[in-house]
């Protein structure tokens, strides 16, 4: 299984920009999380979806970003439009949900730089 | 969500061996503990999960009291290369896992 797979893996844009990151689960898995890590703030939780449909987004900092997930292997994390402070590394990770133990499997991250 | 405590950050020196503990008082009964690894530029890594007692796998050990307050991570003979940051995370099926801030763990020749 090749794992969570994330694009691009770095993205460096202008502040004003529209950015789309982009994940794919590992197959089978039915629960799928975007998490924001900074040195300031940690890892954060973005947005959770259970078999495609959003769960909870209560970590989403503001209208500027919005996540999808049209199917079950594939999501997209939407900013727009971009501002500096959006600058961070951005998780995906995935997790079966078959059983209460299941656990989550991160992806390699997307580096954000908005200048 | 269960709230969890654990140390900033740790020294230790290679070969011997490190026990990263981890408080979460408000612990539910259906609530597992996992811990994940996270070198530089890497996403977290699952290391090792439990409910109660002792689990113990080819990387690590995790004991848990039998009052599932605490947890201690324990990691038998460091290398340079376990140099990361260790999180504690409580949570179950259908629960969002909430990162803390991790124990960064420095491996010193």
């Known amino acids: 299984d090749a794992g969570v797979i994330q694009s691009p893996r770095h993205e460096v844009t202008e502040m004003g920009q529209e950015v789309t990151l982009r994940c794919k689960p590992i197959s089978g898995h039915n629960s799928l999380f975007w998490y924001r890590q900074t040195m300031m703030r940690g890892l954060e939780l973005l947005i959770y979806?259970?078999?495609?449909?959003?769960?909870?987004d209560s970590g989403m900092p503001e209208d500027r970003f919005s996540a999808k997930m049209p199917n079950a292997s594939f999501s997209t994390l939407k900013i727009q439009p971009s501002e500096p402070r959006d600058s961070a590394v951005y998780f995906c990770?995935?997790?079966?949900?078959?059983?209460?133990?299941?656990?989550?499997?991160f992806g390699p991250g997307t580096r954000l730089t908005v200048l | 969500l269960a709230k969890t405590t654990q140390p900033i950050s740790m020294d230790s020196y290679e070969g011997q061996e490190v026990n990263i503990t981890c408080s979460h008082n408000?612990?539910?009964?259906?609530?597992?503990i996992t811990w994940y690894q996270q070198f530089p530029s890497q996403g977290p890594r699952f290391i090792i999960q439990g409910y109660k007692t002792k689990v113990t796998n080819e990387v690590a050990s995790l004991f848990i009291p039998a009052d599932r307050k605490s947890s201690t991570l324990s990691l038998p003979r460091v290398s340079l290369s376990d140099t990361a940051v260790y999180y504690c995370l409580v949570g179950g099926a259908g629960n969002m896992l909430t990162f803390g801030g991790g124990t960064r763990l420095m491996v010193k020749p």
């Open positions: 408000n612990i539910a009964t259906n609530d597992y």
């Open positions: 990770a995935s997790r079966s949900g078959r059983t209460p133990s299941d656990t989550q499997y």
């Open positions: 979806f259970n078999n495609n449909v959003p769960i909870d």
